[in-house]
């Protein structure tokens, strides 16, 4: 299976994730990630746009908070499936978000940005669409953990991605650049340091990259990684940075 250098082929890929079910795609449950946002953003009396919103998890999490949702994605699959999710503030349409109209207080990018073909460029689109003192909320992979550092070094030096997917490989530093070039006030953390260091990142490591080599037709001693993972992961890497997911709220400012 070939690595998707660009979006275009997401739709035929998610379509069929979709209809097989997500959870037979992903390592893990992706339920932490909406907590986490549910626990990080205040929805209430908001009208909020979400893109990408898979079969509506979060958006049926963010009316119950409070907030009045419009949810999209462009894989029919999703939302048919999202759409069995009824309340009288939430709303799914399987379209892009260059379709919709209006403007939001808040708009949400869960485990979107990476996927896209120029991030910066939908940002600043995203960022008209927004309200006077709107927000961008996103989640992405982060990589600045034991995790990260071994797939971006897959990366760099051989083109080795740990999704098949994944697009774009973003960390903080690209965030406040991002805020920078926006002319938005930026505020992040990580979560998750359990995927990007210790017992799930061991568990998710060892099916990637027997994946991800095979895919790409290099020999090498997994086996022999593993091992030295594991030690390295009995040691503490709980620092406020070093989480598996980035959170990043983009901030119009007044």
């Not at 990580?190 to 995927?195: E, G, P, Q």
Request: hydrophobic share 35%; aromatic share 10%.
């Amino acid at each position: 299976m070939n690595r998707l250098k660009t979006s275009k082929g997401l739709r035929t890929l998610y379509n069929k994730v979709y209809k097989k079910g997500k959870d037979d795609f992903f390592s893990f449950s992706t339920d932490y990630i909406t907590k986490e946002i549910i626990k990080s953003v205040n929805f209430k009396n908001k009208k909020v746009l979400e893109i990408g919103c898979g079969v509506g998890d979060t958006a049926l999490a963010i009316v119950k908070n409070g907030g009045k949702v419009l949810a999209t994605d462009f894989s029919k699959e999703a939302i048919a499936i999202a759409q069995k999710k009824k309340h009288c503030d939430l709303e799914f349409r399987a379209t892009t978000y260059d379709k919709i109209d209006g403007k939001f207080d808040i708009i949400v990018l869960q485990e979107v940005i990476e996927h896209m073909d120029k991030p910066l460029q939908d940002l600043r689109k995203l960022k008209k669409k927004l309200k006077r003192n709107g927000e961008i909320v996103i989640t992405c992979p982060s990589f600045m953990n034991i995790r990260g550092y071994v797939w971006m070094t897959l990366v760099k030096l051989f083109d080795v991605p740990m999704s098949l997917s994944d697009i774009n490989f973003l960390s903080p530093f690209d965030f406040e650049e991002y805020a920078k070039k926006l002319d938005m006030k930026l505020k992040w953390h990580t979560f998750n340091t359990d995927l990007g260091n210790n017992k799930k990142m061991l568990i998710d490591m060892k099916k990637r990259l027997n994946n991800a080599l095979s895919d790409a037709k290099m020999k090498s001693d997994v086996k022999s990684l593993m091992k030295w993972l594991e030690k390295v992961s009995r040691f503490d890497h709980t620092s406020p940075t070093s989480g598996a997911k980035g959170f990043y709220i983009l901030k119009n400012k007044k």
